[in-house]
Structures are given as structure tokens and as C-alpha cells.
């Protein structure tokens, strides 16, 4: 039975590689500096590096599943947005039913419906969608003598399956990557090591000398920063969109 290798480091695997940039793009700033401390931190060293981070960045990010899972999402809010008009519709036929539905909107699915789509939980909107598909077989007649159409039934029906077939697909995605990812999981512990290498280095170097260059190589601080420039460009998109 192969034994499952743990992982030597708590950041996320695809920040790693993106820290580890950071790591090099300094290493590379200092490199005389780490070369006089030991010539073991060369030109090659560097090279080496920056190729091991190619490497990994592909590994835990892939362009073209990157891609292919931006696709599926951008599908999976186009039809959660979708929902509107046919939540609109139903809660009007519900109101002209009157007392012949005897359920509210709340109740029948629509009102956390409207809520989930709007919040994108997509898990909470398939098992809204199933509910309601549920109430309009009860109610079905009395909805129909309102002026529910097959059509409206039959998208919402189909939103649900074309929701879960794209959860499916992101599912499987994820897995597989994952899988690969564990598959490769020394060459990852490996980058890290030589990053943590590299901070250790740097603060011999500038521990007496520099200030501000000590912070530099403090591994914390580095995430720290990735994370905020991370934050920042997340609520740059959600301005835009």
C-alpha cells in the first residue's frame, strides 16, 4: 500500500508557487549578496528555481483547466440569473391563485430561491429547484388555470439539470487536480523547503544590515502580502462586475 505524503507547508498549493515568486523575484534583487555568503546561491541556483515555480504553477494551476472551470462558472451565474423571470412569473401565479394554493411564497421554494441565486449557492438552488418542481406537480392544475405554461416549467426544470451537470463537472475537475497534486506532492514540499532556505539566508545576511531587507525574507510577511494583493484585485472585480 503506497503511504499518502503529508504536506510540509499550511499556505494553499496554488498561493505556493506565487510566494515562492516572490521569494525568487528577491533572491534574484540579492543575489551578489547571497552568492558572497555562499556560491551555492548562483545564477543556476536562480534559474533553477524560477523553473521549479513554472513547474508547480502549471502543476496546481493549469491554463487550460483554469480556464475550462472560469467557462463553468461564468455558465453556472448566467442561469442562477437567469431564474429571475421564472421566480418573478410563479410568485405572480401563486398570488392570482389565491386561496386555491394554499402556500406561500416562502414555503412553496420561490422567496430562498431568489436568495440563494442572488448569493450563488448553487447547492441551495438545485434542492430549491427540486422542491419546487415538487409544489407545481401538487398544485399543478390550479397554476395551469392562472396561465403557468409548460414552457415555464420545463426551464426550470432544466436549469436544475443543466446546474447539476455543471456542479459535476467542476466536482470531477477539482478531484483529478487534486489527485495529481497529491501524486506530485514532494516536488511541491521541495519548492518550499528551498524558499524556506532562501528566508533563512536572507535574514543571516541582513539581520545586521538591513532592516528593511530582513522583513523581505520573513515567509508570514510574504503571504501577508499576497493575501492583501490577493483581497484587493478580488474587490477590484466584484467593483467592475
Not at 503511504?3 to 499550511?10: E, G, P, R, V
Not at 555562499?38 to 528555481?49: G, H, M, R, V
Not at 392544475?141 to 436544475?160: C, E, Q
Request: some cysteine.
Amino acid at each position: 500500500m503506497k503511504l499518502s505524503i503529508s504536506c510540509s507547508f499550511d499556505c494553499k498549493d496554488e498561493e505556493l508557487p506565487i510566494v515562492c515568486g516572490i521569494g525568487a523575484i528577491r533572491l534574484a534583487r540579492d543575489l551578489s549578496d547571497f552568492t558572497a555568503y555562499s556560491p551555492k546561491f548562483d545564477t543556476n541556483y536562480l534559474a533553477a528555481l524560477e523553473s521549479k515555480i513554472e513547474v508547480v504553477q502549471e502543476l496546481v494551476q493549469p491554463q487550460f483547466e483554469t480556464i475550462e472551470q472560469q467557462v463553468i462558472t461564468e455558465r453556472i451565474y448566467q442561469l442562477l440569473d437567469n431564474l429571475t423571470f421564472p421566480i418573478n412569473y410563479l410568485e405572480g401565479y401563486l398570488k392570482l391563485a389565491g386561496n386555491q394554493v394554499p402556500i406561500s411564497s416562502a414555503d412553496f421554494g420561490l422567496a430562498p430561491l431568489r436568495k440563494s441565486a442572488r448569493l450563488r449557492d448553487v447547492e441551495s438552488v438545485i434542492m430549491l429547484l427540486q422542491t419546487i418542481d415538487e409544489n407545481i406537480k401538487k398544485y399543478k392544475m390550479d397554476l395551469i388555470a392562472k396561465r403557468l405554461s409548460s414552457v415555464l416549467i420545463a426551464k426550470l426544470s432544466v436549469t436544475r439539470k443543466l446546474l447539476d451537470e455543471d456542479m459535476d463537472k467542476k466536482f470531477a475537475l477539482v478531484s483529478r487536480r487534486y489527485a495529481i497534486i497529491q501524486k506530485n506532492r514532494c516536488l511541491l514540499n521541495e519548492l518550499y523547503d528551498q524558499l524556506i532556505e532562501i528566508c533563512s539566508v536572507g535574514k543571516i545576511i541582513y539581520r545586521q544590515t538591513d532592516k528593511a531587507k530582513l522583513k523581505d525574507y520573513n515567509f508570514t510577511q510574504m503571504m501577508n502580502q499576497l493575501r492583501r494583493s490577493t483581497k484587493e484585485i478580488e474587490e477590484c472585480t466584484a467593483i467592475a462586475v
